[in-house]
């Protein structure tokens, strides 16, 4: 049942200030392994995140430009090709080249604990592998991903 | 600070409009103010209205509508409006995986927006977002409304043109939808149209058209099939998106339009300033959970206690 907090929370269509935190979730490279990539994006809209999904197939340049035109705070990307270490440091590189590198640059699939540590150290925040619980990705987020300024 | 916004906007400034697009989105005092200076840039891009049920083809057909647009060397903005979940109040915004061929042209610029509860197909942003993009300079700003189908009516007064998209095979179903869509639709759309059943469909649409009466000059909505994935009927449809456009600009049309477009507007503003505004003035004076206890337990009616806000809250700052 609605109570009045809750009506007063959300007047229906109305002009309150509500910052939220907008996700572009991407598949930069080749491989069609879309799966992850989709259940985390449910996962995030279920936790309230606005995901804006891009669909497989992104090159850098797509991701970072979807990203500047919907003016994200995060990119999540999910890769199971093994080209993470080209293309992630990549992204972060041109987002510094657009002014934006304030956004949190995470991600996960296939990926070899060898090579998070080079990769954090290219600015990808964190690097989730196969078998991380929904439930920690989302904390992650809620933890790390805010409206940026 | 707003000064150079309005600039920035208005050089097209991806950035500075994307920035403000967010904020309008957020409800950022700031950004409306911004908006406020903004509005007299606008009004020269022209609104193309496209909606349709849940994957009729809304955002492959914007795709392929965008391409021919290109071609002409027009810019293009896009709007695309997704669900926002009732539940979480998350939304995955998935129009774009449509569009990925557009994604490195400078000449497009797509920006997805959740509806926050919104009804009627569209964000409480849209009209916002529409006037920004225009400002920027776009020549051609295209809506894909959520599809919810029968609600949808904002949407005609917001675009010059509107695109009702429809699928083969729905059956029975074109009379259930028949109402509300007589009124939205410049152009119908049968996508799709590579399935079976396309041309019942086309008909059975045509015979809903026919049976309506219209004045002399009057447009009279044409059917057209589409196949959005491969292109085939697009180059057709934007022809007559054309004419259609033309005939809106006639004179008397385009004050009509404008006029209409500005009385939605403007209410549209209104309503959700003035119930912020009484809903603020009776939280203020710590009247509000007390008069909605009052009203539950049936000791005051919700009339009277509207009415005497409405005169009080209103009438007053008016004359004072
Ligand atoms: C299912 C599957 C497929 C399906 C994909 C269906 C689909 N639409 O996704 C099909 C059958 C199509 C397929 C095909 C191929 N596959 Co395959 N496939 C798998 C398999 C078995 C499971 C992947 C999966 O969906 N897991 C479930 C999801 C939920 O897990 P996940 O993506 O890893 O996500 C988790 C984390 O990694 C992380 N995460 C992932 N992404 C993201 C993103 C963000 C933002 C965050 C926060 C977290 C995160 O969180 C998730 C939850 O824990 C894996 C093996 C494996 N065990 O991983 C091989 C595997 C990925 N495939 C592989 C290969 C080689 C192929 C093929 C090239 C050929 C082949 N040998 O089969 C083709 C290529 C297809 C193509 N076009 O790219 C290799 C990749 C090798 C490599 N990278 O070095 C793997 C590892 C198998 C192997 N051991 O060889 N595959
Ligand atoms: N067969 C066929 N499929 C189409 C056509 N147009 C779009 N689709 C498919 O219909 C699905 C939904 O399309 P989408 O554009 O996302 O629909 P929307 O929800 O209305 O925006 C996708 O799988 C498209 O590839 C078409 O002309 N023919
Ligand atoms: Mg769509």
Redesign the pocket.
Same mark, same amino acid.
């Given at each position: 049942m609605a109570t009045v907090a809750a009506v007063k929370k959300k007047p229906t269509p109305s002009r309150k200030t509500e910052r939220k935190v907008r996700i572009l #979730?991407g598949k930069p490279g *080749? =491989? +069609?392994? =879309? %799966? &992850?990539?989709k259940? #985390?994006a449910r996962a995030l809209r279920d936790a309230g995140f606005e995901i804006i999904y891009t669909g497989l197939h992104q090159t850098p340049e797509m991701i970072v430009t979807a990203a500047l035109q919907e003016d994200v705070d995060g990119i +999540?990307? /999910?890769? *199971? /090709? @093994?080209a993470h270490n080209h293309l992630l440091p990549r992204i972060v590189e041109l987002l510094k080249e657009k002014d934006m590198g304030d956004v949190v640059v995470? @991600? @996960? &699939?296939?990926?070899p604990d060898d090579d998070i540590p080079k990769l954090k150290r290219k600015g990808v925040d %964190?690097v989730?592998?196969? +078998?991380?619980?929904?439930k920690e990705?989302v904390d992650?987020?809620r933890e790390n991903v805010h409206p940026r300024a | 600070m707003s000064k150079a916004v309005v600039d920035l906007v208005r050089s097209g400034d991806v950035r500075a409009a994307a920035r403000l697009m967010r904020d309008l989105d957020d409800g950022i005092p700031a950004a409306q103010r911004t908006l406020r200076k903004i509005y007299k840039h606008t009004g020269r891009a022209f609104i193309l209205g496209i909606t349709g049920a849940p994957g009729a083809g809304k955002s492959t057909l914007v795709d392929a509508v965008v391409t021919e647009f290109r071609a002409q060397g027009k810019t293009v903005g896009v709007v695309a409006i997704d669900p926002t979940s009732p539940y979480s109040g998350g939304a995955i915004l998935g129009d774009r995986i449509r569009m990925q061929r557009h994604y490195l042209d400078d000449g497009v610029f797509i920006k997805s927006l959740a509806t926050r509860g919104h009804l009627g197909g569209l964000s409480r942003s849209t009209i916002d977002v529409v006037n920004v993009m225009d400002a920027m300079g776009k020549d051609i700003v295209i809506i894909e409304t959520v599809g919810v189908g029968q609600d949808e009516v904002e949407i005609v007064k917001v675009a010059h043109t509107n695109l009702v998209v429809v699928v083969p095979g729905l059956g029975d179903d074109i009379q259930a939808i028949k109402a509300g869509i007589l009124e939205i639709a410049d152009i119908f759309v049968v996508n799709k149209a590579d399935r079976e059943g396309a041309d019942r469909t086309r008909r059975d649409l045509e015979t809903m058209v026919s049976l309506n009466e219209y004045e002399e000059n009057e447009w009279v909505p044409p059917v057209l099939p589409t196949e959005a994935v491969s292109g085939k009927g697009v180059h057709g449809l934007v022809e007559m998106v054309e004419r259609h456009r033309a005939h809106v600009f006639i004179d008397g049309n385009i004050e009509r339009f404008r006029r209409e477009k500005a009385t939605v507007e403007l209410f549209e503003m209104l309503k959700i300033r003035l119930l912020e505004k009484a809903v603020g003035d009776l939280e203020r004076h710590g009247l509000l959970d007390g008069l909605v206890a009052d009203i539950a337990a049936r000791r005051k009616d919700p009339y009277s206690i509207v009415e005497k806000v409405v005169n009080h809250s209103f009438a007053a700052n008016l004359i004072g």
């Open positions: #979730i *080749l =491989d +069609g392994h =879309d %799966r &992850g990539a259940i #985390i +999540g990307l /999910s890769i *199971l /090709s @093994g995470f @991600g @996960g &699939g296939i990926i %964190r989730f592998t196969p +078998g991380t619980t929904l990705i992650y987020v | -």
